[in-house]
């Protein structure tokens, strides 16, 4: 997002000669920043946004290859907790492409994708990968700004097709008038929102409305921009930019909600109402869920296989044999009330077939038929039908090729309780279902604040066989019903649940879902001898938030005996690298981004580098730590000889670990406790003729050291500074007013994008430092150093 110069736009549509209605609600638009993480400037947490004031956050930014790749997004699971919070206060979550970059207007990735179909799907299926990944609500497009209408053309069009066809939002940032490139915004028809960056006074907000009335642009679909960014965006600027967008727009979008500056409630009392609907975002049903089909091509090529129609993956898909007659169909688990049903096919998709539904995998009932389908995305909403399994069964194919579908997303209401039962919500408690024992002898355990980690199960144990040793007669369970406990979580974290099960139960199999999610897959019993050995099952929830949660056991096989759940919180992890700020010095493709190093995922993502020998892998623990420990989980391309090194500024690293006769797998190393922010793996020999290839990049920490710290603490010297900046917006000469320097460092300037542009040592007692940014391309900055931030707009 860049602030530009006033602007005063002649010859285009007055507003005294356009006709608005104010509307009973209002959207807003608030833009949450990926590095706000640890900046003394900013909220520092999803935790702290009022959701009640936003219709819509964009999550900014993901930044694109130039072939359309997207590695990673930074910070991750703030991204996770952020789409958590919002969609609990039914808020929409979008992630923002784009950005001002270093290399913004004219080479930006966007201009090249934009010349070259593969890279444009390449974008699409990158994006609609993260839509998946995080549930996201849709995809943002930053573009600044396109430098022709037929490159805006070549991929907004695909990417609305793509986005729309998910069932997900399309909304863009786009300059405030002609200039700027404005008019390269060719066709928005498919835009949902049009967030204008209009970051000057009343003057350039009254043109801006008008520039985007003349475009067509519905008055619903206007977000009128309001920047926070710098002091000088005053209280009354921003009543009198909401009370226009009351009349002539469809709402506020505000760059960036994060951020110490401006008065934010100007806007929220001026506009009244906010527009936050009451519908949850809807859950597929079938995400992660087994599948089983008919047939799979043989093809010694791709993996082709059923279990990558319901991964959440737009790049994977299954296919089947080259016949009419072929099916796949989803387990959810569970039996539900469909009512929509969502195929994504390949190219080679059914002209004709069948959705069915089952509650045995023997007897099917057809929910609908489909006949003379040509597109690609079927979208089957107001579906009635009940049942555990859903059936795509192809009658007739488009091509000579089987049936190929990327995804397979099933929809519906809750699951139906087995024998007439109901889901019993009590707060707090822990509670188990579906008794048969006329009301009486309800077992729950109470889960407060003060009772997070305690033992909960029923009051004498459950014998669902049968009412024996003392147990409660729920009946001859059968496969598909359930137990349900009313989990109300007090504490954020990771927890691990053990279900407890007799030794009859060998070899059956069950599961355990939360909130309506599958999160262990199945479990077999294990095979222990004797009725009176129970045997206990350890599965390791992903992080929860705060707040009530419906856990159900799910029985997949008939006359279980079943005793117990416990419900404990885990310590959390020690590992000061986890989900941090990472950087190496090459990748060997965008599929094996750095961030894959800190991501805690130790099999399945990864960093990779370029093929040489002196390689590294930095990250930046976000302040100073007492550091006494580096494991490195190689995968099989790893370092016969390497460093581990630290450093305070990221220019000065000093070796804390020489190996030289690495061995590869799980290497785990301990030196002197030292005080350092930055500690860096750096492989000087490899054992492969590829690069340095790390599933994950673990940092720990010294105890002793840091309780010593906390008993007492010492001032750290990053902390001292204190900067300002003058003039800001700048021109030609920055000059940067330091205080409080008591110690080298290193001062750096960001783009808005998260890329370092500039950066210089600091001598200590030094307390101003000119910059020359003539030659800058014009946006949003960030200054940096020690733990000081201050924003600063080049012109």
Aim: charged content about 15%.
């Amino acid at each position: 997002m860049q602030r530009i110069k006033h602007l005063f736009l002649a010859g285009l549509l007055l507003l005294s000669g356009a006709s608005f209605a104010q509307v009973s609600c209002y959207n807003i638009v608030g833009y949450y920043p990926s590095w706000v993480a640890g900046g003394s400037a900013y909220i520092n947490s999803p935790s702290k946004v009022d959701y009640s004031k936003y219709t819509h956050i964009c999550y900014a930014f993901a930044i694109p290859g130039s072939d359309g790749n997207i590695g990673s997004v930074d910070n991750g699971a703030v991204l996770t907790d952020l789409v958590n919070r919002a969609h609990a206060a039914n808020v929409k979550v979008l992630l923002s492409i784009g950005g001002w970059l270093s290399s913004s207007p004219s080479n930006t990735p966007f201009e090249t994708i934009a010349n070259n179909s593969t890279y444009v799907n390449n974008l699409a299926n990158a994006c609609a990968n993260l839509i998946t990944k995080y549930n996201l609500d849709g995809i943002d497009l930053d573009w600044e700004y396109p430098t022709t209408k037929t490159k805006w053309n070549n991929v907004a069009t695909v990417l609305g097709a793509k986005f729309h066809g998910m069932g997900k939002l399309f909304t863009a940032a786009v300059s405030e008038s002609a200039e700027n490139n404005g008019n390269n915004y060719d066709n928005i028809t498919m835009l949902d929102l049009v967030n204008i960056m209009c970051y000057g006074d009343d003057n350039l907000a009254t043109n801006s409305i008008a520039y985007w009335t003349s475009r067509g642009v519905a008055q619903s679909k206007r977000m009128l921009g309001v920047p926070f960014y710098s002091g000088d965006n005053n209280t009354a600027e921003h009543i009198r930019k909401s009370n226009l967008a009351k009349t002539t727009a469809g709402g506020i979008m505000i760059w960036d909600i994060a951020t110490e500056y401006g008065d934010i409630n100007a806007i929220y009392s001026t506009l009244g109402n906010v527009c936050n609907g009451s519908t949850p975002v809807p859950q597929n049903l079938a995400s992660g869920k087994q599948v089983t089909v008919s047939s799979t091509e043989a093809n010694t090529t791709q993996n082709l296989a059923a279990a990558n129609a319901t991964d959440g993956n737009y790049a994977t898909r299954w296919s089947s044999g080259f016949t009419d007659d072929e099916w796949l169909y989803v387990d959810l688990g569970a039996s539900y009330d469909i009512n929509r049903v969502k195929i994504t096919w390949e190219a080679a998709y059914a002209t004709a077939y069948q959705v069915e539904v089952s509650t045995n995998t023997s007897d099917w009932t057809p929910v609908k038929s489909v006949s003379g389908n040509t597109t690609l995305v079927n979208d089957l909403t107001g579906l009635s039908g009940s049942g555990r399994y859903v059936r795509i069964h192809g009658i007739s194919r488009a091509t000579t090729y089987g049936y190929s579908i990327f995804e397979v997303e099933v929809y519906g209401a809750a699951p139906q309780a087995p024998h007439g039962g109901t889901a019993w919500a009590i707060p707090g408690k822990i509670e188990a279902e579906n008794f048969d024992d006329g009301g009486e002898g309800v077992a729950y355990h109470d889960l407060t604040a003060t009772n997070t980690q305690g033992q909960y199960r029923t009051a004498e144990g459950v014998d669902i066989e049968a009412a024996t040793e003392g147990g409660y007669n729920v009946g001859t369970i059968q496969t598909g019903e359930w137990l349900e406990y009313t989990v109300n979580v007090a504490q954020a974290g990771v927890y691990t649940l053990q279900a407890r099960v007799a030794a009859t139960a060998a070899g059956k199999t069950f599961h355990i879902e939360l909130n309506g999610q599958n999160i262990s897959g199945t479990i077999t019993v294990p095979n222990t001898a004797g009725w009176q050995t129970w045997a206990t099952v350890n599965v390791t929830t992903p992080a929860l938030t705060a707040g009530q949660k419906v856990l159900r056991v799910v029985f997949d096989s008939n006359e279980f005996n079943f005793n117990w759940i416990n419900f404990v919180q885990q310590a959390a992890s020690n590992n000061l690298a986890l989900n941090k700020r990472v950087w190496a010095s090459s990748i060997e493709t965008a599929d094996f981004p750095a961030a894959s190093a800190v991501d805690g995922n130790a099999t399945s993502t990864r960093w990779s580098s370029g093929y040489t020998d002196n390689e590294w892998l930095a990250v930046d623990l976000g302040s100073a730590q007492n550091v006494s420990r580096v494991v490195l989980k190689w995968e099989t391309a790893f370092a016969t000889s390497y460093t581990i090194e630290t450093s305070n500024d990221t220019i000065n690293w000093t070796v804390q670990k020489t190996v030289t006769a690495g061995v590869g797998g799980t290497e785990d190393l301990t030196f002197a406790a030292v005080n350092a922010r930055y500690v860096r793996v750096h492989g000087l020999k490899r054992s492969t003729p590829y690069g340095f290839s790390i599933w994950e990049f673990e940092v720990y920490g010294d105890a002793a050291a840091g309780r010593l710290a906390m008993a007492a603490p010492a001032k750290s010297i990053e902390n001292t500074f204190s900067v300002n900046v003058s003039p800001n917006p700048a021109t030609n000469v920055l000059n940067v007013q330091l205080k409080g320097a008591a110690q080298s460092s290193v001062l750096k300037v960001y783009s808005i994008g998260g890329q370092v542009v500039y950066q210089a040592k600091v001598n200590a007692n030094v307390n101003q430092l000119q910059v020359n940014v003539s030659n800058w391309p014009k946006g949003i900055y960030i200054i940096s150093i020690g733990d000081s931030r201050k924003k600063v707009v080049v012109e």
